[in-house]
Each structure stands twice: as structure tokens, then as C-alpha cells.
């Protein structure tokens, strides 16, 4: 199994805009970071996992080849905005429509903004996205392994934490971004994997995400063979992540890679 970190920012970015903060006029490129979405190829499955405004840089940058399916983990215009380039995805499939795996509230948000891809074949001219809407299940069985999912607490609404088993080596990494807390059930489901990215916002407390100290207190409890912490606000710098618990391994960064 293969992860890529196409981003690892938060709703802002970093930089900001108009903030001139020792982050922000960093000139270490791993505090250059885009907003949060990750890649993952599963034994030759290629998935992607939310679009940000920033996807067709993020895809262009680490030269992805290809999507097979894609996961909304929420509705947010930060993971959501760059839909509308999966286009290119589309075309290159042979049927031209790429699944797209969401809960509820997704589902309306993909509705509402991308009406146009949602249209039969023949509806609509050629060159256009064309997504299969599919509600996420708990478990989702493929032939190249198996993606859980479980809901985790995001303020008004429920987020997508995601546990991929890849078949042929039985690697499992979990990826449970933009959450205030991780349940109990959701801390079970990714119990002992062999990675963690999980979000971990900032020092400070935050009403709908993990600050960094509650992420420590989460992966202590995972147990995960390594733990990272993606999400990252303009309050640190990536080489902050250096002095967390032994727990945390780091953060991540844009461009980042693992194989399992």
C-alpha cells in the first residue's frame, strides 16, 4: 500500500492570506501547505480521498496517473471545491464516470454544487465530470482489500474516518481527518494499525477539531505503529512536530509518502 499526502493544511492554507506570522513567511517548504487530502494506491487501486481547491496542483505536482474511486469525507468546501477536476479522471475511465463514495450530508453538498456531473451519459457534452454517487458502508469489500468506515464528530456534522486493508500484505492505515474526537468505535476500527494520519489542528483547543495535545491522547490509545498528524494550522511549523510524545511521530507534509 502506497499513501501520498496531497495536502496537509487546514481551511486557510498556510500561508494565510495577509498573515505575515513566522509560519507563514516560512521558507521550509514542508510549512507550504495545501488543504488536507491524501491518495492511496491499494494493490494497483487508485484512491483518492476528497478534492481540495487546490487538487489539480496537488495531482499535477505528484503526477497521479489515475483514480478508480473517489471518497468525500465530508462536505466542506476545503475537501469538496475541487470536484469539478476529477473530469479528467472521468474521461480516462471506460465508461467515463468515476464512483464516488459519501454519507448523507455529502451527498447533498455534491448535489447542490455539482448538479452537472450527476447527469446520465448522453445528458451532457463530453469533457465534463460524471460521478456514480454511492452511500459509504461500513465496509467496503473490494478485490484488492477492504475500506472501513466510521462516523467521527466535525462540529454540525459527521465526518468519514477511513480504514484501508490492503489484501495481498494485510497493511492497514488509518486516516481520520477533521474531528473533535475520535469514539470509542472509531478508536476500536483503527486499533493497532500499522499507520495513522489523524487530524491535530493546533496547540490550542478548537470546537470541531482535534487540538494537538487531544490527537497525543487519541494515538495513545490507538496504538498505532507510527502515528502523524495532518491538518496543520499557521500556529506551528512542521519542525514543532519534532518535540511531541513519543506517540507522534510528526506531521505531515505536502508531498509526503509511505508504503506499507
Known amino acids: 500500500m502506497e499513501i501520498i499526502v496531497l495536502g496537509s493544511g487546514t481551511s486557510h492554507g498556510v500561508p494565510m492570506i495577509a498573515c505575515e506570522c513566522a509560519v507563514c513567511t516560512s521558507a521550509d517548504p514542508r510549512d507550504q501547505r495545501?488543504?488536507?487530502?491524501?491518495?492511496?494506491?491499494?494493490?494497483?487501486?487508485?484512491?483518492?480521498?476528497?478534492?481540495?481547491?487546490?487538487?489539480?496542483?496537488?495531482?499535477?505536482?505528484?503526477?497521479?496517473?489515475?483514480?478508480?474511486?473517489?471518497?468525500?469525507?465530508?462536505?466542506?468546501?476545503?475537501?469538496?471545491?475541487?470536484?469539478?477536476?476529477?473530469?479528467?479522471?472521468?474521461?480516462?475511465?471506460?465508461?467515463?464516470?468515476?464512483?464516488?463514495?459519501?454519507?448523507?450530508?455529502?451527498?447533498?453538498?455534491?448535489?447542490?454544487?455539482?448538479?452537472?456531473?450527476?447527469?446520465?451519459?448522453?445528458?451532457?457534452?463530453?469533457?465534463?465530470?460524471?460521478f456514480d454517487l454511492r452511500a459509504m458502508p461500513p465496509r467496503l469489500e473490494l478485490p484488492q482489500g477492504t475500506i472501513e468506515s466510521t462516523l467521527l464528530p466535525h462540529g454540525r456534522v459527521e465526518t468519514l474516518g477511513l480504514v484501508f486493508t490492503e489484501r495481498s500484505t494485510g497493511a492497514r492505515f488509518a486516516y481520520y481527518t477533521d474531528c473533535k474526537t475520535v469514539p470509542p468505535a472509531a478508536r476500536q476500527l483503527a486499533q493497532g494499525a500499522d499507520l495513522l494520519i489523524l487530524d491535530g489542528l493546533r496547540p490550542t483547543p478548537h470546537v470541531t477539531h482535534l487540538s494537538i495535545s487531544e490527537a497525543q491522547a487519541e494515538a495513545v490509545q490507538i496504538k498505532a505503529r507510527e502515528s502523524y498528524l495532518t491538518h496543520i494550522a499557521h500556529a506551528v511549523n512542521h519542525v514543532y512536530g519534532d518535540s511531541l510524545m513519543p506517540e507522534i511521530n510528526g506531521f505531515v507534509y505536502d508531498g509526503w509518502r509511505r508504503e506499507l
Open 34 to 130: 495545501t488543504r488536507a487530502s491524501i491518495h492511496v494506491v491499494m494493490d494497483g487501486l487508485c484512491i483518492q480521498v476528497d478534492a481540495t481547491p487546490e487538487f489539480r496542483l496537488q495531482v499535477l505536482r505528484e503526477r497521479i496517473p489515475a483514480i478508480d474511486l473517489f471518497i468525500l469525507t465530508h462536505g466542506h468546501a476545503d475537501h469538496m471545491l475541487g470536484m469539478d477536476d476529477l473530469r479528467r479522471y472521468c474521461d480516462l475511465r471506460p465508461d467515463g464516470t468515476l464512483p464516488v463514495y459519501c454519507n448523507g450530508e455529502g451527498e447533498e453538498r455534491i448535489r447542490a454544487v455539482y448538479p452537472y456531473a450527476l447527469a446520465p451519459r448522453g445528458e451532457k457534452p463530453d469533457g465534463y465530470a460524471r
